[in-house]
Structure formats: C-alpha cells, structure tokens
T-cell receptor, first 115, second 114 residues
Framework: DQQVKQNSPSLSVQEGRISILNCDYT??????FLWYKKYPAEGPTFLISISSIKDKNEDGRFTVFLNKSAKHLSLHIVPSQPGDSAVYFCAASAESSGSARQLTFGSGTQLTVLP | KAGVTQTPRYLIKTRGQQVTLSCSPI?????VSWYQQTPGQGLQFLFEYFSETQRNKGNFPGRFSGRQFSNSRSEMNVSTLELGDSALYLC?????????????FGPGTRLTVL
C-alpha cells in the first residue's frame, strides 16, 4: 500500500512557464513533507520542505503548498528552466517516539523543461 | 565538507552470490539510512542505523542486512542474490538530533544481478 503517491510519472513544460508537481498521501500521521530532486547517476538532493503547521513554504523559484484536508501537496517551479529537468520525489515523515523519523517516498515524477 | 560517499559505484553479480555495499556519511552525521530504488517504485526504505544500532527497518526479507561502525560508516549486505535485487542502492546520512529527518544522499551503488 503506497502511502505517498505521485500519480504523474512524467511532465513536460516549456521554459519560462510554471511547473506543478503533485503528490498525495494517505497517512494522516505524516507531519513533515520534503521534495527531492534527482539527476541521473546522482543521489537525490534535498530541495524544499514544509511542516504540517504551514500551508506554504517558498524558496526562490520553488514553492511547496500543503492541503492537509485533501492530503495533497504540490511543488511549483516558476519560472521553469532547462536545468530543472530531473526526477522529483515527494517524501513524508511522521514522528516516531524513540526512533528516527523514517522518510516514505513517492515513485517520482520526471520533469522535462523544454527550451 | 565532503558529501556522502558510496562504494563501489557499480557492481555486477550473479544469482545466489552475496554482496556488500559501503557508505561513508557526512562528517558529524551519525544516522545512516539505506534505500532501494527500482524503476517505478521510488525509494523503498531498507533500514536506518544510529550509533551502531538499527533503529528502523523497512519491509525487506532477512537477506538484506546492515551494520554501522563506531566511525558511523555503514555497510549493507545482500545474501543469496535474486534477479529482482537489481537496483540502485542509496545511502543517506543526517544529523543526530534534528527534529526532522532531512537526509543527504550519496550517489548510490548500481547493482546488477545476472
């Protein structure tokens, strides 16, 4: 049972336009959400995160929105650049007493920004 | 500051063999997690180690095991390899007492089982 779902395996966007990547989750205990970007032959790189006490977090061209009632988060990239072409993973974690927070990842969305 | 390093980067094995992968975390990071990435499956959590103790374990068979050394370096071992074990194995490290698990990943080890 996938607790974190990225239903779009791929997305193509024109350079300069907005990219919107979506992520849904089922576990209501998740209270921290992260986005990672991954280039081929490299490990995922942390991009941006959001706590469940917020509904928006912005960092430069990247903004993450969280809708707790819908159990949905999205990553907006504005403006999109060709260098943003990568696989984007959504991840979520829940507090776990006496143990580390474990990240649960979605299956990823391949973003292609066309010049 | 050096990032997370993993060795080897590529490995080819045959069914039934065993393999050991190594991970050196970022200096000062004491938590090391391992993930398996296969096409269409995202990153599946294997286990997490902190101070030489396994704190968390994912839903993988007992053929997958790991350990952590006193210098925080970690190894994972897969015994009796199966074709389905072909994947990218990623190691991630994080600071010991952060409230949230922001993890830093290595480049991965690409394992191919023939």
């Amino acid at each position: 049972d996938q607790q974190v779902k990225q239903n779009s395996p791929s997305l193509s966007v024109q350079e300069g336009r907005i990219s919107i990547l979506n992520c849904d989750y089922t576990n209501s205990m998740f209270d921290y959400f992260l986005w990672y970007k991954k280039y081929p032959a490299e490990g995922p790189t942390f991009l941006i995160s959001i706590s469940s006490i917020k509904d928006k977090n912005e960092d430069g061209r990247f903004t993450v929105f969280l809708n707790k009632s819908a159990k949905h988060l999205s990553l907006h990239i504005v403006p999109s650049q060709p260098g943003d072409s990568a696989v984007y993973f959504c991840a979520a974690s829940a507090e776990s007493s006496g143990s580390a927070r474990q990240l649960t990842f979605g299956s990823g969305t391949q973003l292609t920004v066309l010049p | 500051k050096a990032g997370v390093t993993q060795t080897p980067r590529y490995l080819i094995k045959t069914r039934g063999q065993q393999v050991t992968l190594s991970c050196s975390p970022i200096s000062g990071h004491r938590s090391v997690s391992w993930y398996q990435q296969t096409p269409g499956q995202g990153l599946q959590f294997l286990f997490e180690y902190f101070s030489e103790t396994q704190r968390n374990k994912g839903n993988f068979p007992g053929r997958f095991s790991g350990r952590q050394f006193s210098n925080s370096r970690s190894e994972m071992n897969v015994s009796t390899l199966e074709l389905g074990d072909s994947a990218l194995y990623l190691c991630a490290s994080s600071l010991p007492w952060t409230s949230y698990n922001e993890q830093f990943f290595g480049p991965g080890t690409r394992l191919t089982v023939l």
